[in-house]
């Protein structure tokens, strides 16, 4: 059966008090819309069309890459005049299912029963317990409880603010979220009023013009409130944020890797892991990153778009991104791999070394503060403490050639474009401008000089 999705976007939401959109906040790295969004494809609709409003330019724009629809809804007039914008542009065959902007972490097969409940012919509605139902829309049941489950059947849904005190007592709450035979939801959408305490049109009120028309409504529910949570304020978003990353931890030591602790772990992207992967806390992993066998993670490292091969020990406090790191290499602590670092295997990376867009061949090492930029380092190179390459003159970026075994002293300036041949020595304190031939020694510093005896100034006596 045909299956479209309409997500109400328009919403303001002040609560954020945000100049951005609601939607646009994001969770895990990912806008909420874009959670929404990414869900609702896995149900492969027919059709998607997102109800923008509140910020409508932004939020088209963040998502415009994609193929989807989006109306837009001005001004906002509530939920029903929200769906009312989609119906033209709506199928009227098969299932229209109503997802929430700001509720980012509902699970497909979720909306998968509450579409199969929905059977082309019922109304139905995702419900949820709530301990603290305060705010949401009532389910309200009939009293007679004529099913043979024994629970009455639904006979409207109740909005807090227009609700009785018995009604407020109602815990089973409506999540937001409803699929119906789109046909007949266009027809009760027509029939919508603003007569009630917020002066809106409510999308809750076409319950009520299903049961008129003796159409039935069914519910599906979820034991998992997490699903069904909405964003309305920046308290809210941190929650779900914690939850969410919950979800990312559970899943990771499901599959074996050793999180020290599962409420310090941040992805806001995805993580592959092999065996006997070990990370500590604090560290965040965005874009996508690969963690080998046996790779280890120090604390409070900032890791992404990297791949970490196996037996690799990232030390804490270390920042990669854009970078690759060999089999068994060490990298930090308080290192920073830039964009284009490629090391090999067993390389060591040390202390307050940076590495941009430069490749070191196995077994190189770089262990205290050194710059590497625009290099290509052999293996067994060993550069010294406080040793760079000079690789930017200005205006234009040059490379430096490193050849295998060299050996480079501390403090040395190696100004590119330079080649330093294989199992070359570059004396320490030296600025290398010219070409080094292989296997030479290469020194580019003033000479000592001596003066014996020499006496320091004094302080004339007071
Ligand atoms: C709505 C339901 C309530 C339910 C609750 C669940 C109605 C009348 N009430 O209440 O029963 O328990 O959600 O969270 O539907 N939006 C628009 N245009 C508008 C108004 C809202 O696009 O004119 C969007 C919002 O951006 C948001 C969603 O609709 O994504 C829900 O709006 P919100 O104001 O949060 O609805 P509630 O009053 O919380
Ligand atoms: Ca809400």
Same mark, same amino acid.
């Given at each position: 059966?045909?299956?479209?999705?309409?997500?109400? &976007?328009?919403?303001?939401?002040?609560?954020?008090?945000?100049?951005?959109?609601?939607?646009?906040?994001?969770?895990?790295?990912?806008?909420?819309?874009?959670?929404?969004?990414?869900?609702?494809?896995?149900?492969?609709?027919?059709?998607?069309? !997102?109800?923008?409003?509140?910020?409508? =330019?932004?939020?088209?724009? &963040?998502?415009?890459?994609?193929?989807?629809?989006?109306?837009?809804?001005?001004?906002?007039?509530?939920?029903?005049?929200?769906?009312?914008?989609?119906?033209?542009?709506?199928?009227?065959?098969?299932?229209?299912?109503?997802?929430?902007?700001?509720?980012?972490?509902?699970?497909?097969?979720?909306?998968?029963?509450?579409?199969?409940?929905?059977?082309?012919?019922?109304?139905?509605?995702?419900?949820?317990?709530?301990?603290?139902?305060?705010?949401?829309?009532?389910?309200?049941?009939?009293?007679?409880?004529?099913?043979?489950? %024994?629970?009455?059947?639904?006979?409207?849904? !109740?909005?807090?603010?227009?609700?009785?005190?018995?009604?407020?007592?109602?815990?089973?709450?409506?999540? %937001?979220?409803?699929?119906?035979?789109?046909?007949?939801?266009?027809?009760?959408?027509?029939?919508?009023?603003?007569?009630?305490?917020?002066?809106?049109?409510?999308?809750?009120?076409?319950?009520?013009?299903?049961?008129?028309?003796?159409?039935?409504?069914?519910? &599906?529910?979820?034991?998992?409130?997490? =699903?069904?949570?909405?964003?309305?304020?920046?308290?809210?978003?941190?929650?779900?944020?914690?939850? *969410?990353?919950?979800?990312?931890?559970?899943?990771?030591?499901?599959?074996?890797?050793?999180?020290?602790?599962?409420?310090?772990?941040?992805?806001?992207?995805? *993580?592959?892991?092999?065996?006997?992967?070990?990370?500590?806390?604090?560290?965040?992993? =965005?874009?996508?990153?690969?963690?080998?066998?046996?790779?280890?993670?120090?604390?409070?490292?900032?890791?992404?778009?990297?791949?970490?091969?196996?037996?690799?020990?990232?030390?804490?406090?270390?920042?990669?991104?854009?970078?690759?790191?060999?089999?068994?290499?060490?990298? $930090?602590?308080?290192?920073?791999?830039?964009?284009?670092?490629?090391?090999?295997?067993?390389?060591?990376?040390?202390?307050? !070394?940076?590495?941009?867009?430069?490749?070191?061949?196995?077994?190189?090492?770089?262990?205290?503060?050194?710059?590497?930029?625009?290099?290509?380092?052999?293996?067994?190179?060993?550069?010294?403490? %406080?040793?760079?390459?000079?690789?930017?003159?200005?205006?234009?970026?040059?490379?430096?050639?490193?050849?295998?075994?060299?050996?480079?002293?501390?403090?040395?300036?190696?100004?590119?474009?330079?080649?330093?041949?294989?199992?070359?020595?570059?004396?320490? %304190?030296?600025?290398?401008?010219?070409?080094?031939?292989? $296997?030479? *020694?290469?020194?580019?510093?003033?000479?000592? !000089?001596?003066?014996?005896?020499?006496?320091?100034?004094?302080?004339?006596?007071?």
């Amino acid at each position: 059966m045909a299956l479209s999705v309409v997500i109400m &976007a328009a919403g303001k939401g002040t609560r954020m008090r945000s100049a951005r959109p609601k939607v646009l906040h994001t969770l895990g790295g990912t806008p909420l819309l874009g959670h929404v969004l990414a869900t609702a494809e896995t149900l492969a609709p027919s059709r998607c069309i !997102v109800v923008t409003g509140h910020g409508a =330019e932004l939020v088209e724009a &963040a998502f415009a890459a994609d193929e989807r629809l989006f109306v837009r809804q001005m001004p906002q007039l509530g939920t029903g005049h929200a769906v009312q914008q989609a119906v033209p542009v709506l199928p009227d065959d098969g299932v229209a299912l109503v997802l929430n902007g700001d509720v980012p972490l509902i699970r497909a097969a979720t909306l998968r029963a509450l579409v199969d409940a929905s059977a082309g012919k019922r109304l139905a509605l995702l419900t949820v317990e709530l301990a603290n139902p305060f705010g949401y829309g009532r389910i309200v049941r009939g009293s007679e409880a004529g099913d043979a489950d %024994g629970i009455g059947a639904v006979q409207a849904i !109740v909005e807090e603010k227009d609700a009785t005190p018995l009604q407020r007592q109602i815990t089973e709450v409506y999540t %937001g979220i409803l699929a119906a035979p789109a046909a007949l939801l266009k027809g009760w959408l027509a029939r919508l009023t603003d007569r009630n305490a917020q002066g809106e049109f409510y999308l809750t009120d076409v319950v009520a013009h299903a049961v008129a028309d003796g159409v039935e409504v069914c519910t &599906a529910s979820t034991a998992d409130e997490t =699903e069904v949570l909405g964003v309305n304020s920046p308290a809210q978003l941190a929650d779900l944020e914690r939850r *969410l990353q919950r979800r990312h931890a559970d899943a990771l030591m499901e599959s074996g890797v050793r999180l020290a602790d599962p409420s310090r772990f941040d992805l806001r992207g995805t *993580l592959a892991c092999g065996m006997d992967v070990e990370i500590d806390v604090g560290c965040v992993f =965005e874009g996508e990153v690969s963690l080998g066998d046996g790779a280890r993670v120090g604390a409070h490292c900032v890791i992404r778009d990297a791949q970490v091969a196996a037996g690799a020990v990232i030390h804490p406090f270390t920042h990669i991104e854009g970078a690759s790191v060999g089999a068994g290499a060490l990298v $930090g602590p308080f290192a920073r791999l830039r964009p284009g670092a490629t090391l090999g295997r067993e390389v060591h990376i040390g202390n307050f !070394v940076e590495v941009k867009n430069s490749t070191l061949a196995d077994g190189a090492k770089a262990n205290h503060l050194a710059y590497l930029g625009d290099a290509t380092v052999g293996e067994r190179v060993n550069v010294g403490a %406080g040793s760079i390459t000079a690789n930017y003159d200005g205006a234009n970026k040059h490379r430096t050639t490193i050849g295998a075994d060299v050996h480079v002293g501390s403090n040395c300036v190696l100004v590119a474009p330079l080649t330093i041949g294989a199992g070359a020595t570059i004396g320490g %304190g030296s600025t290398i401008t010219r070409t080094v031939a292989p $296997g030479s *020694l290469a020194i580019g510093r003033a000479r000592q !000089v001596a003066f014996a005896n020499w006496e320091r100034p004094k302080k004339a006596p007071q």
